[in-house]
């Protein structure tokens, strides 16, 4: 029965310990929550770099956009103006047809000819611009961004790391009790 009586001594022994314990979860939940504090602004970090990212990607293609318009545009204003120049030629050879009759034939053979030759182009010019030209602009996206995004179950991975204490505080001592007589061995 002499062991019954140190187990006051023992007992009073783990109480300190897990005393000391309890204290120590205020530490661990503090340590707990700046651990989570660090990873969400990680978390934050990393989506403002995707944003960062998908920003630049949108303004490259959006400039790209914009240059392909500009192009289009000068092409179509180009055509606007050979339309222009070329009705303006057509309205100059009509007029000049009701003055020649009153030229000799060899400079009418040759008025003829050449207002043939400009009405060829302008017909050839009007099958050109009435043909298949009709512009349009059409997006079609990377299919990778999808696939890939859509792949994607979260932003990374979250873990759980256990911080190794020294052996002394992170274990509680094993002991062995001895009620009516049998030894009981207490788990810490």
Known sequence: ????HTLPAIIADIQKKLE????????FRKELKDSYDKA???IKVLRQKINDILDELERKTILSLDNLLQTLNQSIQSDADTCSKTTDG?????NTINDIENIPNDLSFIAYHKTLEIVSHAQNLFKELT?????LVIFNKNPSIDTTLSELSSLGSIEFVEKNLKKDNAMIIDC???????PTYVQP
């Open 1 to 4: 029965m002499e062991d019954f």
């Open 20 to 27: 000391t314990a309890k204290d120590d979860t205020q530490e």
């Open 40 to 42: 969400y602004k990680e």
């Open 90 to 94: 057509l309205k100059k050879i009509c």
């Open 131 to 135: 043909g298949t030209r009709r512009p």
């Open 176 to 182: 062995t009790l001895f009620i009516l007589g049998r």
